[in-house]
C-alpha cells in the first residue's frame, strides 16, 4: 500500500525546501515545526546522511473538521512534509490524506481527506517547475 504523494525535483535542497514552505503556504499550510533529521542524528550518533528535513505542516481549518469527526486523528493528520536528498535529485514526500480513511474505516474523515488531497496535490504540482520531466509519483 502507497502511503505518500511524492514529488522528485531536480534542484538543490535549499531551493527545494524554500519553494516547498511558498507551495504549501499558497494552500494554507503553515509550517509548526520542523526538524533537521541530518543534523539532528550527526549531533546525537555522530551519523552522517544526506540532506533530509521533516516539515510539520498544518492546515487548521481541515485539522479541525478530522478531529471533530475523530479526537484521536491527531495521530494520523497528513501532517508531515518530508524534503531530502534523493540521488542528484531531491525528493518531496507527503503523507496521502487517504491513509486516514484507509486505516480508520471512518466515512465522515473522507470529505477532509478528499480536501487535504488535493491541497496537497497543488502544493506539489506547483514544485513542477522544479522538476526535469514533470515527474511525480
Given at each position: 500500500m502507497r502511503y505518500d504523494r511524492t514529488v522528485h525535483l531536480d534542484t538543490d535542497f535549499t531551493t527545494a525546501v524554500a519553494r516547498t514552505r511558498d507551495a504549501l503556504a499558497?494552500?494554507?499550510?503553515g509550517i509548526l515545526t520542523?526538524?533537521?533529521?541530518?543534523?539532528?542524528?550527526?549531533?546525537?550518533?555522530?551519523?552522517?546522511?544526506?540532506?533530509?528535513?521533516?516539515?510539520?505542516?498544518?492546515?487548521?481549518?481541515?485539522?479541525?473538521?478530522?478531529l471533530?469527526?475523530?479526537?484521536?486523528?491527531?495521530?494520523?493528520?497528513?501532517?508531515?512534509?518530508?524534503?531530502r536528498r534523493d540521488g542528484d535529485r531531491t525528493a518531496v514526500q507527503a503523507l496521502d490524506p487517504g491513509t486516514m480513511v484507509t486505516?480508520?474505516?471512518?466515512d465522515a474523515l473522507r470529505p477532509v481527506a478528499?480536501?487535504?488531497?488535493?491541497?496537497?496535490?497543488?502544493?506539489?504540482?506547483?514544485l513542477a517547475p522544479l522538476t526535469g520531466a514533470g515527474e511525480t509519483d
Amino acid at each position: 500500500m502507497r502511503y505518500d504523494r511524492t514529488v522528485h525535483l531536480d534542484t538543490d535542497f535549499t531551493t527545494a525546501v524554500a519553494r516547498t514552505r511558498d507551495a504549501l503556504a499558497a494552500q494554507g499550510f503553515g509550517i509548526l515545526t520542523e526538524i533537521d533529521v541530518t543534523a539532528t542524528l550527526k549531533a546525537k550518533l555522530g551519523h552522517d546522511m544526506e540532506d533530509y528535513v521533516i516539515l510539520g505542516a498544518c492546515n487548521p481549518p481541515l485539522a479541525r473538521r478530522a478531529l471533530d469527526a475523530d479526537r484521536s486523528i491527531g495521530l494520523l493528520l497528513p501532517c508531515n512534509v518530508v524534503v531530502r536528498r534523493d540521488g542528484d535529485r531531491t525528493a518531496v514526500q507527503a503523507l496521502d490524506p487517504g491513509t486516514m480513511v484507509t486505516l480508520t474505516g471512518l466515512d465522515a474523515l473522507r470529505p477532509v481527506a478528499e480536501e487535504a488531497t488535493a491541497r496537497l496535490d497543488a502544493a506539489l504540482a506547483a514544485l513542477a517547475p522544479l522538476t526535469g520531466a514533470g515527474e511525480t509519483d
